[in-house]
């Protein structure tokens, strides 16, 4: 660079102003050279300096970053742990905020934590809370009795759950048209719905698929049949429910209508009551001709604490060890004060086939239809029932749906059961005949008595004493090992009296081998097979002859068998 003047004239005058002008000049001339050169500094592709041509603090950069590079070794790393871009600052939140401490970062951290257990902590108690709170209700309990030689089950629904939130009994209806609904059974509407409890309800027509006498379903007025369709229906009662569950009855002549104003939103239309206000209202022969029949029942009734009961019985069923005579509605009502003191409310509801009582899907009663194998379809139930919470009560209603279908397979197999023991088909056929089929009679697993058959005979078999009893040839009959004698009224006719297979009467012609009466008369020849069944295995045998010439010169005979021959025939 030009160096500038400095020794400059005292006086202001020509000199002194080119002085100053020269010097303002190379001012300007370096100036440029210096912007110049920062400009191409800053463009510099390559590193204009070293760590070590900077100083930092009085200390060469290089030494300050060697120190730095060694402290970030003990940071946090990502997950590949060995690469740069993965590199954390310890002071880094995990969602990015920087904090001025490392010890500011891991509290904020650590608070996060704890809010994320928390919650956590939370969902497990909910969770297990919801496992508690199951798909199904599980306050329903039932019982089982026998009386009156009939099976019955008795189900209890208390008023409230176990949080103390009413347990509410509802009206069952399938389909889009309750008017009209859908024909189907209990156990298909436990399905349909997930219900806990289902019952049979109302009678009706299930040609027409309309529900009889006074219905209202959910506060919905139903077109139903009335006695002026189905005469009948004029000497029952409707059974009617608050929304409390609180059950009553009215009879048919008051209307729907009228009950829904005195506040009851769901009825059905069964029989009639039983007991009403804690009292035995029932007379023998109210309501129907079969009140006082053997018959399968349903009937809902209510305790003072207005804890409800469903009571099915079965019927029908005259097999023998399977026998179920079925009740009347008098003995229904005995045998509910058998297990309760005090019922505020009875009602008799449909019965017979349509006696249906299902819990978690499973069928406590023996249903009558088609020979006891199969469930009746109906119109209207009485049930209880949860809305499924999550997808876990789906899967655990569907799991008790599959245990519900082995059972309906098992009262399938109930039905034929009962069959075998009373067969009302005119023959059995079985199927597949070989060298052996048979028939066994088992005590428990222990098999006693077999018939069974062969091509060439059939045989009864003792497996206690382990021998045949009885055995039908083409040719003979044995009884406990020994050949049955022929004893006809018409004798049969033998040519070879030395070689008869089997006792009994035989007529022997005159031309016969062995003849008693050889060309003079026939006889008749009576054998005694003494020791086996088959004269082939006899070692001792025994005849006698009469005669059918009339002259005191043919007289009776006899003659014996011993050692593999016959003996010659001696007079009697």
Known sequence: ??????????????????????????????????????????????????????????????????????????????????????????????????????????????????????????????????????????????????????????????????????????????????????????????????????????????????????????????????????????????????????????PQTVTAAEIKAKGYNNTWSGFGPLIMEGKKVYSEGDYSSNSEEFHPRTVVAQLPNKDTIIFVCDGRVEAQGLYQKGMTLSEVIQTLYTHYGEIQFAYNLDGGGSTSSVLRSKMLNKPTDNKNKSERSVLDFIYIGKDPKQVRDIDIQRAYEDIGEVRSFTQFLYGLIQYWNEISSNEIRLKNYDDYTGLVAMDGDNPKKKFYMQPNEFRFWDYDSGRTWFRVTENSMQLHNKEVARKFSAPESVKDCDNIPAGGDYLVPSNAKGSPYPGESSAIVTQYNVSYASFDDATTAFQTAVPFARSANYRMKRRSYSEGKWSQWFDV
């Open 1 to 250: 660079m030009t160096n500038l003047f400095e020794n400059l004239p005292n006086s202001l005058n020509r000199e002194f102003r080119g002085y100053l002008v020269n010097n303002f000049k190379t001012l300007n001339q370096d100036r440029l050279t210096m912007l110049k050169i920062i400009e191409a500094h800053k463009n510099q592709k390559s590193n204009a300096h070293t760590t070590k041509q900077i100083d930092h603090k009085g200390k060469p950069l290089d030494e300050t970053v060697d120190v730095l590079t060694s402290r970030i070794a003990n940071q946090i790393f990502g997950a590949s742990a060995n690469s740069s871009s993965e590199v954390k600052d310890i002071r880094v939140g995990n969602d990015g905020t920087i904090h001025k401490l490392a010890q500011d970062r891991l509290m904020n951290d650590f608070a996060k934590i704890d809010s994320v257990a928390n919650k956590a902590d939370n969902m497990a108690q909910k969770h297990e809370g919801q496992i508690s709170d199951s798909a199904y209700y599980n306050e329903i309990e039932y019982v089982s009795g026998r009386k009156f030689d009939t099976t019955y089950k008795i189900v209890t629904i208390p008023q409230k759950d176990s949080n103390g939130d009413i347990i509410k009994i509802k009206k069952g209806i399938s389909g889009s048209n309750p008017s009209k609904p859908d024909v189907i059974s209990a156990r298909d509407f436990a399905k349909q719905t997930g219900a806990t409890f289902v019952a049979n309800g109302s009678t009706g027509s299930m040609s027409t698929g309309r529900l009889h006498g006074q219905q209202i379903y959910n506060g919905q007025i139903l077109d139903t049949i009335k006695a002026n369709e189905y005469e009948p229906i004029k000497d029952r009662w409707t059974l009617a429910m608050a929304d409390d569950n609180t059950m009553t009855a009215f």
